[in-house]
C-alpha cells in the first residue's frame, strides 16, 4: 500500500508528510536514518516529533525532493546553518540564485569582529574581563588578587581608556591638549614672524692711497646667515616633553603585556621632539596618532583603509602602469613633429608630467606643445579621472558598513535576558517535582495524624477543637 511507506513528520507543530524513498535520496543525514525506534517517534499518533524552526524545515523537505536547496530570506543566517547541521546537510549546497544572499551574515559577522576589536564600548569592563586582559584569571576565580593585582588595572584605565571614568576623561583632555600645544609649537616655529635671525656684525678697515696720503676707511657690516625660533617654544617642548615622557613611564609600568607595549614605538612618538636632527624631529608628528584612542571615528576611518587595502594596492599598480605608459607615449609624441620648445627631453621627466595629469593635478609647469601630444595628454587626463574613481564607491560602501554597524551595536541594549539552555532546565524542573512531592507527603501525613472532627478522648470527653468551639460559641 501507498501509506505503508508514508511517513508523517512534526515539526515544531507543523505535520510533513513524504514518502521515505523520498527521505533516502540524501544518505548519511538525519532524515534518512528514521526508524520507529527512535526516542521521538510517537507510536499513537504514528508521527516524527522535531522541535526544530518549521519554516526552514520546509525548505530543507523541499531539498529533499526536488535536490536543490533554497535559502529562505525571512530567516537569520546563522539559524539556517544551525538547521542546516542539526539535519545533517552541508551550506555550501546553496543554490547560486541565493548564494548571495545567504553569504550576507558572514560579512556581518566579520564586520561585528572587527568593530569588537576596536574597543568602541563606552561601558567600563567587568572584573573578570580585566583580570583575563592582564592574565589574571585564575586569581581572580580563586579570589587571591593583590593588592598590584587591583591598582594596575585602574591605573592603566586612566591612561588608555579614556571613557572608563570621569578623571580618564579629564586625563585624557589633558593629553589631547598636549598633543596640540605640541604639534602646534613644531609647526609655528618655522614660520618666519615666530623666528628671531642671528645677526653677525663685522668691522673691516681699508686705506686708501690718495695724494700721498694715507686714509682709513672704516665699514661695519651685518650678516644674517641663519634664523632660529623664539626661545619661547622651547619651554612650551619642554613642558610637553615633560608629560609625555611621565605618560610613557606609567604605561610602561602598568601595561597589561610589556612585550605587546610597544615601547620603541611609543618612544618615538613621544620624544621625537626631542631630536636635534630637523628631519627626525617631523617623528613628533606621529603623536597625532594618539589621538585614535579618544575619538571613534578615527578608528573606523583606519579601520576602513585597512579593509579597502586590496582595492587601494588595485588603484595604485594601474595607476603606476598609467604613469609609464603615457610617459613613453608624450615623449615620442613630442618628438613626432617639429617642436623646438620640447619640454619632454627623457621619458623621467614625463614621468612627472603623467603623474600630475593622471592626478588631476595640472601644475601646468610642463606642457605639450604638439597636437599629437596633447592628444595623448587628453587621453592621460580622462584615465586619471576613471582610474582613480572606480575604487571610490568600494573605499566608501566599507566606512558606510562600518560606521552603520557601529551605530547600530551602540544603540543596543547592554542587558538581555539569559535564556536557560536545556541541560539547565531539566534539573531545574527535578527539583521543583521533588519539591512538590515532599510538599504533599507533608499534607497527607498531617492530614493521617489529625483526628477526626467527632473523636473524643479516653475520659470521654470532647475533643479539643470541640472545646474551644464551645468557648466561643459561649
Request: proline residues 5%; positive net charge; glycine residues 6%.
Amino acid at each position: 500500500m501507498d501509506t505503508e511507506h508514508r511517513v508523517i513528520l512534526n515539526v515544531g507543530g507543523i505535520r510533513h508528510e513524504t514518502y521515505s524513498h523520498v527521505l533516502k535520496k540524501i544518505p548519511a543525514t538525519r532524515l534518512s536514518r528514521l526508524t520507529p525506534n527512535l526516542a521521538n517517534y510517537d507510536p499513537v499518533l504514528n508521527e516524527y516529533f522535531f522541535d526544530r524552526h518549521p519554516g526552514v524545515f520546509s525548505m530543507i523537505l523541499n531539498y529533499y525532493r526536488t535536490g536543490k536547496l533554497h535559502y529562505p530570506t525571512n530567516v537569520c543566517g546563522p539559524l539556517f546553518e544551525e538547521e542546516l547541521e542539526f539535519w545533517g546537510l552541508d551550506a555550501n549546497q546553496v543554490e547560486p540564485c541565493c548564494w548571495m544572499t545567504y553569504t550576507q551574515h558572514r560579512d556581518t559577522q566579520d564586520t561585528l569582529a572587527v568593530i569588537e576589536s576596536l574597543d568602541l564600548d563606552g561601558d567600563p569592563p567587568t572584573q573578570e574581563e580585566i583580570a583575563k586582559k592582564f592574565g589574571w584569571e585564575d586569581d581572580y576565580y580563586t579570589g587571591n588578587m593583590s593588592q598590584w593585582q587591583r591598582l594596575k588595572p585602574r591605573v592603566w584605565a586612566l591612561f588608555d581608556e579614556p571613557w572608563s571614568s570621569k578623571y580618564a576623561r579629564v586625563i585624557s583632555f589633558i593629553s589631547v591638549a598636549f598633543i596640540l600645544a605640541s604639534t602646534c609649537s613644531f609647526i609655528l616655529k618655522t614660520d618666519p614672524s615666530f623666528q628671531i635671525p642671528d645677526i653677525d656684525v663685522f668691522y673691516s678697515l681699508r686705506v686708501v692711497d690718495e695724494g700721498g696720503f694715507k686714509n682709513y676707511h672704516k665699514t661695519i657690516g651685518t650678516d644674517k646667515p641663519v634664523t632660529s625660533p623664539h626661545p619661547n617654544f622651547f619651554y612650551v617642548d619642554l613642558i610637553c616633553n615633560i608629560w609625555f615622557t611621565i605618560e610613557l613611564l606609567i604605561r610602561s609600568l602598568f601595561c597589561p603585556s610589556f612585550h605587546k607595549f610597544s615601547l620603541l614605538h611609543a618612544i618615538l612618538i613621544q620624544t621625537g621632539s626631542l631630536v636635534t636632527l630637523d628631519f627626525l624631529s617631523m617623528i613628533c608628528v606621529l603623536r597625532l596618532f594618539k589621538l585614535t584612542q579618544h575619538f571613534s571615528g578615527l578608528k573606523i576611518l583606519i579601520q576602513t583603509f585597512k579593509a579597502s587595502a586590496q582595492e587601494l594596492f588595485l588603484l595604485v599598480f594601474f595607476v603606476v602602469l598609467a604613469i609609464v605608459i603615457f610617459a613613453a607615449l608624450v615623449y615620442y609624441a613630442e618628438r613626432s613633429q617639429l617642436n623646438k620648445d620640447n619640454q619632454f627631453t627623457s621619458i623621467p621627466l614625463g614621468l612627472w608630467w603623467s603623474l600630475v595629469t593622471i592626478s588631476t593635478v595640472g601644475f601646468g609647469d610642463m606642457v605639450p606643445k604638439t597636437y599629437l601630444g596633447m592628444l595623448v595628454g587628453s587621453l592621460c587626463a580622462l584615465m586619471g579621472v576613471l582610474t582613480i574613481a572606480l575604487p571610490v564607491p568600494v573605499i566608501v560602501s566599507n566606512f558606510s558598513n562600518l560606521y552603520s554597524h557601529s551605530q547600530a551595536r551602540a544603540k543596543l541594549p547592554k542587558k538581555r535576558r539569559r535564556v536557560l539552555q536545556a541541560h539547565e532546565v531539566k534539573p531545574a524542573l527535578l527539583g521543583v517535582k521533588q519539591h512538590h512531592g515532599k510538599h504533599r507527603k507533608k499534607s497527607s501525613s498531617a492530614t493521617f495524624n489529625q483526628p477526626p472532627a467527632n473523636f473524643k478522648n479516653a475520659n470521654g470527653g470532647a475533643s479539643m477543637h470541640e472545646n474551644s468551639a464551645s468557648k466561643l460559641m459561649a
